[in-house]
């Protein structure tokens, strides 16, 4: 692999890696509003430990290949807390949208890595495939669960998209 593709690659895990950490911290945030007993606990708290487990792969490969973790991590762990936790504020459908509409970002820029990944990296490659699977299973459960009858969902959606667009570019380089 040439300098040009180390670095990139070294980008696309740093971003993966921060934002499975910034989407346990959304969890945790509206875990911590709704409780554990609200009735999309369940389904939150099942989907927050795959987050986790998708973070705890992405630290050991980014520890593997030498990868930074992005300094911009402390504003994650408080932003992802706050969205999580303002959401849940909102209602159980608003906390359902901030998944979705998390999750339809990562759809896109998953598949965008592993366009730009090619054959060149099968075992990136073949993490960002499962997770991004999983990702799709969390913003279909999201919308089953009535995320697009939020309060303004398409105001709500199309922020929490365009700040997630946002955190992706920062943590690439950051």
């Known amino acids: 692999m040439n300098q040009a593709d180390a670095k990139a690659r070294a980008g696309m895990l740093r971003v993966d890696q921060a934002g499975e950490y910034g989407a346990t911290r959304i969890y945790a945030g509206q875990l911590a509003v709704m409780g ?3 009735p999309d606990a369940r389904a939150i708290a099942r989907m927050a430990e795959q987050e986790a487990r998708h973070r705890a792969v992405f630290d050991a490969l980014a520890a593997k290949r030498g990868v930074r973790p992005t300094a911009l991590q402390p504003l994650w762990n408080v932003a992802g807390f706050a ?5 849940a504020l909102i209602g159980p459908k608003a906390a359902m949208a901030c998944t979705a509409a ?7 820029h998953y598949g965008e890595q592993l366009e730009a990944i090619g054959d060149g990296d ?10 991004r699977a999983e990702e799709i299973e969390h913003r279909d459960a999201a919308i089953a669960a009535g995320a697009e009858q ?3 969902y398409p105001l709500l959606s199309g922020a929490i998209r ?3 667009r946002i955190a992706i570019g920062l943590s690439r380089h950051i």
Do not use: K
Request: hydrophobic share 40%; net charge negative.
């Open 83 to 87: 969205l999580g936790a303002a959401t």
């Open 162 to 164: 365009l700040g997630c």
């Open 102 to 108: 998390i999750e339809t970002e990562i759809d896109r």
């Open 36 to 38: 554990q007993r609200a």
């Open 122 to 131: 099968p075992e990136l490659s073949r993490l960002i495939e499962e997770f």
């Open 150 to 152: 939020a309060p303004a």
